[in-house]
């Protein structure tokens, strides 16, 4: 089984930078996904690793380490439009199954 | 605008009732997926089709029967429901089935049907 753990709610001030991080065990790692859900709304993509290291994309980069089963989502220059749920997602192909295994969610509240 | 669609947004039925959700997916993906979210708990994968073949059913209860007629539909028929069973489900689809090694299972969601059970 998988077990992925991320904080609950956070809340960050506008122009700030931010770090949710995600920490998952696994049987098979095979990639990690990050995506964003505003309420009421689909869970849209916004990053994906499977090796180590920082992965850069405009105001958002997100970092994996395979070796401490971690992982973060770093937002720079937060905007009010930043406020939403972020969910870390994990593929394990040691469970022998096609799902990727999704953590709770932080809920990320940006403020003035 | 999203490539997935899911038809109805909102549904309210009684526990005896029959309806179906439906989804649609435009992106050409060979996968498509349900989903349940439920408040304050993850993500929770209940079906899996590939290619109209059901692969994964993930210990779901009969009450919920998938059907996936061709790879751009895919519905959800409820039956006698419980409250419990209130929540968001949302469907999904990617361009192939796979736990993850590639981009290719990058997952498209709709925008879901917030189902309450009375």
């Known amino acids: 089984g998988q077990n992925i753990d991320q904080p609950t709610e956070m809340t960050a001030t506008e122009g700030a930078i931010v770090q949710i991080n995600c920490t998952y065990q696994?049987?098979?790692?095979?990639?990690l996904f990050w995506y964003q859900q505003h309420a009421g709304e689909a869970p849209t993509f916004l990053s994906y690793n499977v090796l180590d290291g920082l992965e850069e994309k405009g105001r958002f980069s997100s970092f994996l380490s395979r070796s401490k089963g971690y992982s973060y989502l770093l937002l720079k220059e937060l905007q009010m439009k930043d406020s939403a749920s972020y969910l870390c997602?994990?593929?394990?192909?040691?469970?022998?199954?096609?799902?990727?295994?999704f953590g709770k969610g932080t809920k990320l509240s940006v403020i003035p | 605008e999203t490539g997935v669609t899911q038809t109805p947004r909102h549904l309210v039925m009684g526990m005896t009732n029959k309806k179906s959700l439906k989804c649609e997916q435009h992106l050409g993906h060979n996968a498509m997926y349900w989903y349940k979210q439920s408040a304050k708990k993850p993500l929770e994968l209940m079906f899996v089709y590939s290619l109209e073949e059901r692969v994964e059913n993930n210990s779901v209860p009969s009450r919920f029967s998938p059907e996936c007629p061709n790879s751009s539909h895919l519905f959800l028929h409820l039956h006698t429901l419980q409250p419990e069973d209130s929540a968001l489900y949302l469907c999904a689809s990617s361009q192939d089935l796979g736990a993850g090694g590639d981009l290719d299972t990058e997952a498209f969601f709709g925008q879901g049907t917030r189902l309450t059970v009375v």
């Open positions: 696994t049987s098979g790692f095979n990639g």
């Open positions: 997602a994990v593929a394990d192909s040691g469970a022998g199954s096609y799902q990727l295994t």
